[in-house]
């Protein structure tokens, strides 16, 4: 190979991306940020430009520790509920920040503009200051980012929006070294909202020096009346029986309190007179409300000590598959004891359905297509770690599944339970960060057998037939040690 080669595809590559970066220009850019507990919610706005008319394919430019956090991303044109297609390029340590492609639902002309919308979630990105609290103290959060959302493109005009639940704003980081974007005040509070901006004419922000010289970390510190909740661990198993024609679902759920820890000691006086007087600490949870399906039926909630009876269920009526219903069952569940800043809570919470409600069958391939749901989200918490098991009929045969989104891990193995014979395939999926978003259905198709669907009654008889074998021959079986002897 030459020597002059690898200056060549250095100076190539370095073409590539000032095209890239000269193919659009952002009009503006507008960062929302609604500030939650566990989670944390960001729709950026690009109001992009096509300068060139030859691509269709818009970069977005992330920050490392941002990307870190965040679990969902999601592209769309303004006003529309297509998603658009992403790819996220290799990260490149020495720069900092993830590229991310979307690609256009057409070339843009020149000089035509889109609207283009990122929605993100953050988890584990608040923490309680300060980080501990008396039981009637009020909860503060602080909330960390950068300043500006950079981008490979140039900018005419971008802002930053940070929006609390209330406007009990504490304090706010006021930026530094702005004055060539702006001749006004960096920063503006309005109620519970804070804005940073407008800056204008900004360059391509991804470039070393840009980065080191005019990027910094804000801060806003303020009041969060909700508990900050994190499922630490999820596990959920769904069986799928046909024979009882039900899917059974359980989820063994680890909750988690990640708000200030308690300071001092509980007390059950104290509690019960703020919940009288209805004035509860905003970092005491109390009670949860969670949305089942419809149609369910056998519900349990039980924790390590045993069943816990402060839960009212109002179920919902089954709705078929094949018709749209958005009704919901919902029970309303009260922990055995409060759960304060800092503290652990683990149950177990079940319930049968009628399968039709999730399964069809396909008469063409002779297929059973099952619907599963990942999770069931609690309001307002993230799951840090998630595990699916679906366990299928016995002689399930064929197995396939269609994901939502990638898992870490999926694996098929075998799950044996009383009268199997060969055992039942059980997928098992992996997961982490899981928030509302990921609240969606994992379609898993089979086939079963005419001689598979008769594995059961047969181990069913053979098991009776067998007691009765060993019955038979038990009574023939004379067990005493001394045997009296008949008088002649």
Known sequence: MPKFWPTILLFSGFVSALASSQSFENTAIVRTVELGGSVVHVTTTYAIKSLTGASNVYTIAISHDEREHTSWLE??????????????????????????????????????????????????????????????????????????????????????????????????????????????????????????????????????????????????????????????????????????????????????????????????????????????????????????????????????????????????????????????????????????????YSFTLGWDAPLEDSASYDRHDGKYIVEVPILTPIPGAVVSDAELVVILPEGASDVEFSLPFPALSTTIGTHITYLDTTGRPALTFRYKNLTIRHAQNIYVSYRVATSAHLKKPFAVAAAFFSVFILAMFARRVNVTLHQKKKAV
């Open 75 to 344: 592209a769309k044109v303004k006003g529309q509920q297509q998603s658009l297609p992403t790819q996220e390029r290799a990260f490149d340590a020495t720069k900092g920040y993830h590229l991310v492609d979307v690609t256009l639902p057409k070339t843009l002309p020149v000089n035509k503009t889109l609207n283009l919308v990122l929605e993100t979630i953050q988890t584990h990105v608040t923490h309680p200051y300060p980080e501990t609290a008396a039981q009637g103290d009020d909860q503060s959060l602080k909330y960390t980012t950068n300043l500006f959302v950079i981008s490979p493109y140039a900018t005419s005009v971008q802002r930053t929006k940070l929006r609390a639940l209330t406007p009990r704003l504490l304090s706010h980081t006021t930026p530094e070294n702005v004055e060539a974007f702006t001749n006004d005040a960096p920063v503006t509070t309005s109620g519970a909202t804070i804005v940073y901006g407008p800056y204008n004419d900004i360059p391509s922000s991804t470039t070393h020096a840009f980065i080191s010289e005019h990027q910094q970390p804000i801060t806003v510190h303020y009041h969060h009346e909700q508990p900050v909740l994190e499922v630490s661990r999820l596990k959920r198993v769904v069986e799928i029986s046909h024979w009882g024609s039900n899917l059974n679902t359980q989820d063994d759920i680890f909750l988690h309190n990640a708000g200030p820890a308690l300071k001092g000691h509980f007390s059950r006086l104290d509690h019960q007179t703020q919940s009288y007087f209805k004035r509860p600490a905003p970092h005491v949870l109390s009670a949860l409300t969670l949305h089942l399906p419809a149609g369910i039926r056998n519900t349990y909630y039980y924790d390590l000590i045993g069943n816990v009876s402060t839960s009212k269920l109002r179920a919902a009526a089954s709705v078929p598959k094949n018709q749209q219903g958005s009704q919901f069952s919902i029970l309303e569940l009260k922990p055995r004891y409060p759960l304060l800043g800092g503290w652990n």
